[in-house]
């Protein structure tokens, strides 16, 4: 049995977060072990949560686009045409994340050392009216705590090659990575909560957005096409194929997110699965799913573009 991951969560934000900081640290703890128990992942030994404020939030993640950047200009050394249109591309979400704070309840990204961290805007939660909102709270903090076991299943390599900047080089510009991830984030973060809390109450009062959080939403938010698409649809897929394939069987997946499913499989799952299944289970008599202790981390390059 692993040794439980230590959930340590720092205010950067304000003094006045301190009770938020202390709710969240309860219900991250709380959420942690029933993440891995859904999910057959294991969490990394330490994962850290920053409640951050909004320029914290906007430097954070724009520290993270930069690195990943640099990182991948080096191993890859795509084109001039390539860079330039990276670089406009990571300008767009630079001037994106002047308001997507609102709209992300949480992130998570690759800290300065490497590792998975979690972001969170208390301010954001106030004006999205879930502040106090424990019911949302765990459904979130579930959700998210899959990612850092997510990274670590697939030998850190998911955040890379999700957020990369040059997909074409990457050979995932055509794969669903966000409509896997965050499907079978969603999946779990569903799952946990209800082990965790049961169901909510049918009188459940509603969050009560500020305006701010209402214009943003109905102007600047992610298309709902697009939201729905990557989270609901992407939640549907993973529901299916897990049923199909069982947790142990669709974790082989994560060392190999190569095999992830393009956009038009995610429409034909069936098609998928029978696709990838002699590739992942070459003898399935034999065979057993990788604990994270035995993953070795590849070399993200070993993820090449498909011809």
Same mark, same amino acid.
């Given at each position: 049995?692993?040794?439980?991951?230590?959930?340590?969560?720092?205010? !950067?934000?304000?003094?006045?977060?301190?009770?938020?900081?202390?709710?969240?640290?309860?219900?991250?703890?709380?959420?942690?072990?029933?993440? !891995?128990?859904?999910?057959?992942?294991?969490?990394?030994?330490?994962?850290?949560?920053?409640?951050?404020?909004?320029?914290?939030?906007?430097?954070?993640?724009?520290?993270?686009?930069?690195?990943?950047?640099?990182?991948?200009?080096?191993?890859?050394?795509?084109?001039?045409?390539?860079?330039?249109?990276?670089?406009?591309?990571?300008?767009?979400?630079?001037?994106?994340?002047?308001?997507?704070?609102?709209?992300?309840?949480?992130?998570?990204?690759?800290?300065?050392?490497?590792?998975?961290?979690?972001?969170?805007?208390?301010?954001?939660?106030?004006?999205?009216?879930?502040?106090?909102?424990?019911?949302?709270?765990?459904?979130?903090?579930?959700?998210?705590?899959?990612?850092?076991?997510?990274?670590?299943?697939?030998?850190?390599?998911?955040?890379?090659?999700?957020?990369?900047?040059?997909?074409?080089?990457?050979?995932?510009?055509?794969?669903?990575?966000?409509?896997?991830?965050?499907?079978?984030?969603?999946?779990?973060?569903?799952?946990?909560?209800?082990?965790?809390?049961?169901?909510?109450?049918?009188?459940?009062?509603?969050?009560?957005?500020?305006?701010?959080?209402?214009?943003?939403?109905?102007?600047?938010?992610?298309?709902?096409?697009?939201?729905?698409?990557?989270?609901?649809?992407?939640?549907?897929?993973?529901?299916?194929?897990?049923?199909?394939?069982?947790?142990?069987?669709?974790?082989?997946?994560?060392?190999?997110?190569?095999?992830?499913?393009?956009?038009?499989?995610?429409?034909?799952?069936?098609?998928?699965?029978?696709?990838?299944?002699?590739?992942?289970?070459?003898?399935?008599?034999?065979?057993?799913?990788?604990?994270?202790?035995?993953?070795?981390?590849?070399?993200?390059?070993?993820?090449?573009?498909?011809?």
């Amino acid at each position: 049995m692993p040794h439980p991951s230590d959930i340590h969560v720092e205010n !950067e934000a304000s003094r006045r977060h301190n009770g938020l900081s202390r709710r969240i640290e309860h219900i991250a703890g709380e959420c942690a072990p029933i993440v !891995e128990d859904v999910t057959g992942l294991v969490l990394p030994p330490r994962v850290l949560i920053r409640l951050v404020s909004v320029g914290g939030f906007i430097d954070a993640c724009k520290a993270h686009r930069e690195r990943l950047f640099t990182a991948e200009l080096q191993e890859l050394a795509p084109p001039a045409e390539r860079v330039r249109a990276a670089r406009q591309h990571l300008q767009n979400l630079h001037k994106r994340d002047g308001g997507f704070w609102l709209w992300s309840g949480a992130q998570t990204i690759l800290s300065e050392q490497g590792s998975a961290e979690i972001l969170m805007v208390p301010k954001g939660l106030r004006h999205a009216g879930r502040y106090n909102d424990d019911w949302w709270l765990c459904l979130a903090m579930a959700h998210e705590l899959c990612h850092p076991a997510q990274q670590r299943a697939s030998g850190g390599t998911f955040i890379t090659l999700r957020s990369t900047p040059f997909p074409q080089e990457r050979g995932t510009d055509n794969l669903a990575l966000a409509e896997l991830t965050e499907g079978h984030a969603m999946w779990a973060g569903h799952r946990a909560r209800a082990k965790l809390l049961g169901d909510p109450p049918s009188d459940q009062p509603a969050g009560k957005p500020s305006w701010l959080y209402r214009r943003y939403m109905a102007k600047l938010a992610p298309p709902a096409s697009s939201t729905d698409a990557t989270y609901v649809g992407g939640e549907d897929f993973t529901t299916y194929v897990l049923r199909r394939m069982g947790t142990d069987t669709f974790n082989h997946l994560w060392p190999r997110l190569d095999l992830t499913p393009t956009h038009k499989e995610t429409a034909t799952p069936d098609e998928w699965i029978n696709r990838i299944l002699p590739i992942l289970l070459p003898d399935e008599a034999n065979d057993s799913p990788p604990s994270s202790s035995e993953l070795t981390p590849p070399r993200i390059s070993t993820v090449k573009p498909r011809t």
